[in-house]
């Protein structure tokens, strides 16, 4: 079975630009979740997507935005990029049935370097 | 949101066991887990408890619940050099959306 795939691994784009990264969740799971994570700040909550809808979101601004295709794959965009934005983005896949024991499948990540 | 907090270093030698410990405000956690993080990787789900369990034993790894102080911790036996990373605990509960909090991490250094 497949794991979590993410695009690209490593991104590095200029102040101001904005940046599209992807997410390819385990084979069958429709919720997909992302992950902001820095040295300073730890994980944080992005948003989360299930069966196309956002279900949940974090406390970001309107920058950063995400969509869910049918087939579950999902897109993360943050626009006017920040020096802040440099991190490492986690996407993670769960069936989205609730909380279980199965937690969430996480992918390798895309470090974003913001200059 | 829901406050989940650990220590942020513990260093010990090979063969020792390991012991990271997590608090956690949400009264009402169904899940509890715990998180491995190996440096330029994603996490990795090691364990978890339900909240209606004290303890969780996997090979290695024991996992014990504390809910009425919300304390959770994980021991590690015989530790060994590949054991370091970064572990987080993490929570979920029914109120919070199915979101999950995760702690600050602790970084795990092996001494050989």
């Known amino acids: 079975k497949a794991g979590v795939t993410q695009t690209p691994r490593y991104l590095i784009k200029t102040r101001g630009q904005q940046v599209t990264l992807s997410c390819s969740p385990i084979?069958?799971?429709?919720?997909v979740s992302w992950y902001q994570q820095t040295p300073g700040q730890g994980l944080q909550f992005l948003f989360e997507?299930?069966?196309?809808?956002?279900?949940n979101k974090g406390n970001f601004p309107g920058r950063f935005s995400g969509r869910q295709f049918s087939n579950s794959r999902s897109e993360m965009n943050v626009s006017t990029l920040e020096l802040g934005d440099s991190a490492l983005y986690l996407c993670?896949?769960?069936?989205?049935?609730?909380?279980?024991?199965?937690?969430?499948?996480f992918g390798s990540g895309t470090r974003l370097t913001v200059v | 949101g829901e406050d989940v907090e650990q220590s942020l270093f513990l260093s010990v030698r090979e063969g020792d066991s390991s012991v990271i410990n997590c608090t956690y405000t949400?009264?009402?956690?169904?899940?509890l887990y715990w998180y491995k993080q190996e440096p330029g990787a994603g996490l990795q789900l090691l364990t978890y408890i339900f909240s209606n369990m004290d303890m969780k034993q996997d090979q290695r790894l024991t996992v014990l619940l504390n809910k009425k102080d919300k304390h959770l911790s994980l021991r590690i036996a015989d530790t060994q050099t590949g054991d370091s990373a970064i572990y987080f605990c993490?929570?979920?509960?029914?109120?919070?959306?199915?979101?999950?909090?995760f702690g600050t991490g602790t970084s795990l250094t092996v001494i050989p």
């Open positions: 949400d009264s009402s956690s169904t899940y």
């Open positions: 993490a929570e979920t509960s029914p109120g919070t959306g199915n979101q999950f909090y």
């Open positions: 997507y299930f069966s196309e809808t956002q279900r």
């Open positions: 084979s069958g799971h429709r919720s």
């Open positions: 993670a896949s769960s069936s989205g049935q609730g909380a279980t024991s199965y937690g969430y499948t």
